[in-house]
């Protein structure tokens, strides 16, 4: 199959090109890149050399639609929207690591975003590709809306308990930490090195974009509105995600049950690790890799569960989902390209 990522210069796209360089059903990778067009893709990423050595092409519906058969977008927000139509239009498939298409609905998306939301027609269309959660819908999807990566480790850390009913809905409470490789490549003073090193500040308390695409799929999971109270936070490193997740039980629930039933949940899930024994994981122990490891905790005493769930934001919240949901969506075994294990330390 020959694939294009539109955004290829960045963070996403770079990941993107590094896991299907190695995918056996992936034949040619084309880069397109507004910013960056008619430039060598190895004179941006001098590792590449000698194994992804293009020139990126300006963005072409018609170019792309004849000669591909799917777009990965790892776009900034409002980028995707404004070609999906078209690109829908002409057969292909696309995949959007991008928000534009995660909220179905359009204030929401607007308030929360600050853009003019994708038309109502092509955001009907676009399917949730939380990958574990809605791998039947996947399968059948022309446009999957690829999940961020705090709503990815969040939403999986939670399922198990909100499908059983084992968790009061109006007490979740999030604290996320991620890397500053989640701010992308572009220059910004919140991730200049000074002021990262040797610090840690939360941000966008109330604000952050990804609080309703987590309270959506809650909802959505609950058949009931959810809402969550969500603290982001940045830390020195490049990359990772933890969130620790905090709730009231519903029920009396033993810790050993509660190992019992995430295990059993997450059983068929080759990409989901569940910790047990007191073992805690640490983002370390998925880096570069596309699994997501979970330890969940029951406190007697105050009657809370504590999930702690853990992801590369750059793979599993990113670009290793998105090529897990392309195997999906063609009939592949979902590993396929992705069995690359943790780097460490």
Same mark, same amino acid.
């Given at each position: 199959m @020959?694939?294009?990522?539109?955004?290829?210069?960045?963070?996403?796209?770079?990941?993107?090109?590094?896991? =299907?360089?190695?995918?056996?059903?992936?034949?040619? !990778?084309?880069?397109?890149?507004?910013?960056?067009?008619?430039?060598?893709?190895?004179?941006?990423?001098?590792?590449?050399?000698?194994?992804v050595d293009l020139t990126m092409e300006s963005m072409s519906v018609e170019a792309i639609s004849q000669y591909v058969d799917v777009v990965f977008f790892a776009t900034p927000a409002n980028v995707s929207s404004k070609w999906m139509p078209e690109l829908i239009k002409s057969g292909v498939k696309c995949i959007d690591l991008s928000g534009d298409f995660r909220l179905k609905d359009q204030e929401v998306y607007e308030e929360w975003y600050g853009y003019d939301a994708a038309d109502a027609e092509t955001l009907k269309e676009a399917v949730y590709g939380l990958t574990e959660e809605n791998r039947e819908a996947v399968k059948q999807a022309q446009l999957i809306a690829n999940p961020g990566c705090y709503p990815t480790a969040t939403l999986l850390g939670l399922m198990p308990a909100v499908h059983h009913k084992l968790i009061d809905l109006n007490s979740i409470i999030i604290d996320g930490k991620t890397g500053a490789s989640g701010a992308g490549r572009s220059l910004s003073q919140n991730v200049h090195y000074s002021e990262m090193n040797e610090n840690t500040k939360a941000y966008k308390l109330g604000a952050h974009k990804h609080i309703p695409e987590i309270e959506q799929w809650l909802s959505k999971t609950a058949s009931e509105e959810v809402t969550v109270q969500f603290t982001p936070h940045i830390v020195p490193m490049t990359r990772g995600i933890m969130t620790t997740i905090y709730g009231n039980l519903s029920t009396d629930y033993s810790q050993q049950k509660m190992n019992d039933l995430y295990q059993d949940y997450?059983?068929? @899930?080759?990409?989901?690790?569940?910790?047990?024994?007191?073992?805690?994981?640490q983002t370390k122990e998925v880096y570069g890799s596309n699994y997501c490891a979970i330890a969940v905790h029951v406190d007697e005493r105050t009657n809370k569960l504590t999930v702690i769930s853990v992801i590369d934001n750059l793979v599993k919240g990113a670009s290793g989902q998105a !090529?897990?949901?392309?195997? !999906?969506?063609?009939?592949?075994?979902?590993?396929?390209? =992705?069995?690359?294990?943790? !780097?460490?330390?």
């Open positions: @020959d694939v294009a990522i539109v955004g290829g210069s960045g963070y996403g796209g770079v990941e993107l090109i590094r896991f =299907l360089y190695h995918h056996p059903h992936v034949d040619q !990778i084309k880069v397109v890149s507004h910013s960056k067009a008619n430039e060598r893709f190895s004179d941006i990423y001098p590792h590449m050399k000698d194994h997450y059983k068929n @899930d080759p990409f989901v690790k569940v910790y047990t024994n007191n073992h805690y994981p !090529i897990q949901n392309f195997n !999906i969506m063609h009939g592949f075994d979902e590993k396929t390209g =992705l069995e690359l294990l943790p !780097i460490f330390p």
